[in-house]
C-alpha cells in the first residue's frame, strides 16, 4: 500500500475560524511533510517530520501549527488565516535514509473567505 | 540542491514519444537526478530517478548525458493520461535525513489526441 491519504479533500473557512487538516499514511515512513501549493505555482514546502519530531520549518506563519501524534499521523492546525493562505496544502511520506522518494497525497484544498 | 532548467511547455501527440529535457549544468557529483510529474488535481507522484546510467522503468526511461550537465526523460508512448507537469530535481542523497523537495516550475506536457 503506497496510499497518503488526506482529509478533507476541500475546506472552506472563515478568517476567524480553527480548522485541522489530516494526513495519514500505512507505509512505515517515519518522514513526513506538509508542502503548500498555489493555483499555477509549483509545491512549496512548509514542514518537515522526521520521527515524529519537527526537523524542519521553512519560516511558516504561526497560523499554521503542525502537529504529528504518531507515525501514522500529521495534522495542519489552521487558525485566524488570511485570503492569501488560500491554497492546495499536500501531505507527504518517506523513509528517513538517503533522501528517500517521497508518495504525495492528493491534496486539500483550501479556500479562507 | 543544485538548480535545473526545464522549458515551460512541450506539446506532443498521443501513441508518439515524448524527450523532456532538463539542464542541471551546477550539479555534483553526488547529485541523483529525480523526476516527478503532477497530474491535473492530484498531488504530485514519482517517476524516476538516476545517478550516471540511463534508467528505465515501466513509467520511463531517463537519459542522463555524459559529462551529467543535462538529462532527458523519455515517454515512449504517450497517453492522453501522462498530460502533467513534470518537474526535475536533484537530490544530494549523501546528505542523508529527511529534507523536502525544491521544486522548479516544471515542464507542462500537453498531449493532443
Known amino acids: 500500500d503506497t496510499e497518503v491519504t488526506q482529509t478533507p479533500k476541500h475546506l472552506v473557512m472563515g478568517m476567524t475560524n480553527k480548522k485541522s487538516l489530516k494526513c495519514e499514511q500505512h507505509m512505515g515512513h517515519r518522514a513526513m511533510y506538509w508542502y503548500k501549493q498555489k493555483a499555477k505555482k509549483p509545491p512549496e514546502l512548509m514542514f518537515v517530520y522526521s520521527y515524529e519530531k519537527l526537523s524542519i520549518n521553512e519560516s511558516v506563519p504561526s497560523r499554521f ?41 492528493p491534496g486539500t484544498r483550501l479556500l479562507v473567505l | 540542491d543544485a538548480k535545473t532548467t526545464q522549458p515551460n511547455s512541450m ?68 497517453t492522453l493520461r501522462d498530460a502533467a507537469v513534470y518537474y526535475c530535481i536533484l537530490r544530494d542523497v549523501t546528505r542523508g535525513g529527511a529534507d523536502g523537495l525544491t521544486f522548479g516550475k516544471g515542464t507542462h506536457l500537453i498531449i493532443q489526441p
Request: charged share 15%.
Open chain 1, 65 to 105: 501549527s503542525p502537529e504529528c501524534p504518531n507515525s501514522s499521523l500529521l495534522n495542519l492546525h489552521l487558525h485566524a488565516l488570511q485570503p492569501e493562505d488560500s491554497a492546495l496544502y499536500l501531505c507527504a511520506s518517506s523513509r528517513i535514509q538517503g533522501r528517500e522518494t517521497q508518495y504525495f497525497g
Open chain 2, 11 to 78: 506539446e506532443s501527440n498521443e501513441e508518439e514519444p515524448v524527450h523532456l529535457p532538463c539542464n542541471h549544468s551546477t550539479i555534483s557529483g553526488t547529485d541523483y537526478i529525480h523526476w516527478y510529474r503532477q497530474l491535473p488535481s492530484q498531488g504530485p507522484e514519482y517517476v524516476i530517478h538516476g545517478l550516471t546510467s540511463n534508467v528505465n522503468n515501466r513509467m520511463a526511461s531517463l537519459a542522463i548525458a555524459e559529462d551529467r550537465k543535462s538529462s532527458t526523460l523519455i515517454l515512449h508512448r504517450a
